[in-house]
């Protein structure tokens, strides 16, 4: 079991950047892989970026890739999501995930555990 909160989201114009973090309980951190999705008003959730419990293995939707960075502190119990050259199509709500089972996971039902989500909006 873990508890999962996110912060950081806020509104910014296109073009700037804001990093979002997920705060995530219990001893055990380090053995979850960690993802981020996100959802728009009217769409699904969608998968973002993912990190592994090493941080082997990393990956990125095609889009938000060479925009986001995905980053883990395992001392902080904390996963970090950097986003730069914001464009107004991220604007979703950003839900932070743990999946308590090895391997790459990018669909939502792959997860166990959800924190609350962060809004994020970008301006035009």
């Known amino acids: 079991q873990v508890q999962l909160k996110e912060s950081g989201g806020g509104l910014v114009q296109a073009g700037g950047s804001l990093r979002l973090s997920c705060a995530a309980s219990?001893?055990?951190?380090?053995?979850?892989?960690m993802g981020w999705f996100r959802q728009a008003p009217g769409k699904e959730r969608e998968f973002v970026a993912v990190i592994t419990t090493n941080a082997g293995d990393i990956y990125y939707a095609d889009s938000v890739k060479g925009r986001f960075t995905i980053s883990r502190d395992n001392a902080l119990n904390t996963v970090y999501l950097q986003m730069n050259s914001l464009k107004t199509e991220d604007t979703a709500v950003y839900y932070c995930?743990?999946?308590?089972?090895?391997?790459?996971?990018?669909?939502?039902?792959?997860?166990?555990?959800w924190g609350q989500g962060t809004q994020v909006t970008v301006s035009s």
């Open positions: 995930a743990a999946r308590g089972r090895s391997g790459s996971a990018y669909f939502p039902n792959q997860y166990d555990y």
């Open positions: 219990g001893r055990t951190f380090s053995s979850y892989a």
